[in-house]
């Protein structure tokens, strides 16, 4: 599968998740981090992920 990773300020973050789950997204989570010229300064992948909605199957 693909990980997409986007910036999202907290006024815009249900409206991101809208957009992600309308295109077929699933397992979506929440890092906090910095970003910085198109990249994560500080994400630890080996963090246990942070879900925003319980993980569901792809459709």
Do not use: C, N, Y
Not at 16 to 31: F, N
Not at 40 to 59: C, G, I, N, T
């Amino acid at each position: 599968g693909v990980m997409l990773a986007l910036p999202v300020t907290p006024d815009r973050e249900s409206a991101a998740r809208s957009v992600l789950r309308d295109a077929g997204g699933h397992d979506i989570e929440r890092a906090q981090g910095r970003w910085l010229d198109g990249k994560w300064e500080d994400f630890d992948p080996l963090k246990p992920p942070r879900h925003v909605e319980a993980p569901s199957a792809p459709q």
